[in-house]
């Protein structure tokens, strides 16, 4: 069974779309995460939620939006792709204060 | 920005013990000293952590000074698909999962 699964793996699509990126987590945890890995490999957060608190990383965008519809899912929206959003995007969860497990990731080209 | 120093790339021989080093020197008391490593293509994979304290797990040991400067991941019998980035990181304790912060890291080269 998978811990932590995103959908899609692969998402291409052209400038100014909206696009919605799937995650979630059969582990019980109660924190999920986001994060950004660019070209240069670089693994930058995102986001973190858990049902109380929802921790921005204030370098990123508002057209990024996390949404989540219950404790196992987090779910990530972009509107208004730019060129600068193709990344590889992982989700991740814990139990707040432990060590997290991270999904395989979400290939997005914007072309 | 990261607050661990680590070489950019090691190389190992296949079955020898692989000891990778990091630098902490700003590491506070309630911070631990976490690893992960990335496979190429694939999601970040936890490997250990510690605060004080040498641990032992089913994948690597971690040594920390005592002084917790530093701190040295052992991959004890590397093969090679211990071929990977390994990621370095401090983290304070309880609520500190928004502050895991992934610097470059040491590419892994495992070779036969």
């Known amino acids: 069974d998978t811990a932590v699964s995103q959908t899609p793996k692969y998402l291409v699509t052209q400038m100014g779309n909206d696009k919605s990126i799937k995650c979630e987590q059969n582990?019980?945890?109660?924190?999920m995460y986001w994060y950004k890995q660019d070209s240069k490999k670089f693994l930058k957060i995102m986001f973190s939620?858990?049902?109380?608190?929802?921790?921005i990383n204030e370098t990123v965008p508002n057209r990024f939006s996390p949404k989540s519809p219950d404790k196992a899912h987090l779910n990530l929206h972009i509107n208004s792709l730019e060129l600068g959003d193709s990344a590889v995007y992982f989700c991740?969860?814990?139990?707040?204060?432990?060590?997290?497990?991270f999904g395989p990731g979400t290939r997005l080209t914007v072309l | 920005d990261a607050k661990t120093t680590q070489p950019p790339s090691m190389d190992c021989a296949e079955g020898r013990a692989a000891n990778l080093p990091c630098n902490h020197s700003?590491?506070?008391?309630?911070?631990?000293v976490y690893w992960y490593r990335q496979i190429h293509s694939q999601g970040p994979q936890y490997i250990i952590h510690g605060l004080k304290n040498n641990e032992t797990n089913e994948m690597a040991s971690l040594i920390i000074t005592e002084d917790r400067k530093s701190s040295t991941l052992i991959l004890p019998h590397a093969t090679l698909r211990d071929t990977a980035v390994y990621y370095c990181?401090?983290?304070?304790?309880?609520?500190?999962?928004?502050?895991?912060?992934f610097g470059a890291g040491t590419r892994l080269f495992v070779k036969a």
């Open positions: 939620y858990n049902n109380k608190e929802l921790i």
């Open positions: 700003t590491i506070s008391g309630n911070e631990y």
């Open positions: 990181i401090v983290r304070p304790a309880g609520t500190g999962g928004f502050k895991t912060i």
């Open positions: 582990l019980g945890h109660d924190t």
């Open positions: 991740a969860s814990s139990q707040e204060g432990s060590e997290q497990f």
